[in-house]
């Protein structure tokens, strides 16, 4: 089956970096999707990695490193409304387009 | 005007009454799914269609019944609500994944906070 690992909670203050881990087990393993989800609202895209290695979008890069079924999301120069929950979440061949979401972490950024 | 829209936003009711919760999109996706999150869970899939006649079960179907009426348009139905069926659903569109970059990208409705008493 799948599974994915990230921690559930992360604090940091504002104008830091901090970097939301995530690992997988999956088969057929396609691509690694980050999304923010602010106080029960719609989750939103943030990024995806098919490939290894870094894509930075802004204040935000995510990482993928498939050999060791890793990846991260990392958050520069924290501002107080990128408090928010952070999913991961795995697409592969065999889930048809489906995506597998991890539990979330919880950032929380302090002034 | 918001792409994927849910109707109700909020929604409080007794064990045993019949519930639906209903999605539509103006994305001109074929693909929808329906999710339900809980504190602590993530978001945990309960059905999903990748056309209008296609209907698939999720990891928590059971309980739940889903009707996709047309492609902007999948609904979703608690025959009998129960108590631990209280939590926040969320519908997802998706468009065809693509070679390459940026495949499942999901897009997300505002959720409806559903109370079965």
């Known amino acids: 089956g799948q599974s994915l690992e990230q921690p559930s909670e992360v604090t940091a203050v504002e104008g830091a970096i901090v970097q939301i881990n995530c690992t997988y087990q999956?088969?057929?393993?396609?691509?690694l999707s980050w999304y923010q989800q602010h106080d029960g609202g719609a989750p939103t895209f943030l990024s995806y990695?098919?490939?290894?290695g870094l894509e930075e979008t802004g204040r935000f890069s995510s990482f993928l490193s498939r050999s060791d079924s890793y990846g991260y999301l990392l958050l520069q120069e924290l501002q107080m409304k990128d408090s928010a929950s952070y999913f991961c979440?795995?697409?592969?061949?065999?889930?048809?387009?489906?995506?597998?979401f991890g539990q979330g972490t919880e950032l929380s950024v302090k002034p | 005007d918001a792409d994927v829209t849910q109707t109700p936003r909020n929604r409080i009711t007794k064990t045993g009454k019949r519930i639906m919760l209903e999605c539509s999109q103006t994305?001109?996706?074929?693909?929808m799914y329906w999710y339900r999150q809980d504190p602590g869970l993530g978001l945990r899939l309960i059905y999903y269609?990748?056309?209008?006649?296609?209907?698939n079960k999720g990891e928590i179907s059971d309980g739940y019944s889903v009707s996709r009426q047309a492609q902007a348009k999948f609904s979703l139905s608690l025959e009998s609500a129960i108590p631990n069926q209280t939590a926040l659903y969320f519908c997802?569109?998706?468009?065809?994944?693509?070679?390459?970059?940026?495949?499942?990208?999901?897009?997300f409705g505002p959720g409806t906070r559903l109370t079965v008493l």
């Open positions: 999956t088969s057929g393993f396609y691509g």
């Open positions: 997802a569109t998706s468009d065809l994944p693509t070679s390459g970059s940026r495949s499942d990208t999901q897009y």
């Open positions: 990695n098919a490939l290894d």
């Open positions: 269609s990748f056309d209008v006649k296609d209907i």
């Open positions: 979440a795995v697409s592969s061949y065999n889930q048809g387009g489906k995506l597998i």
């Open positions: 994305k001109g996706h074929d693909r």
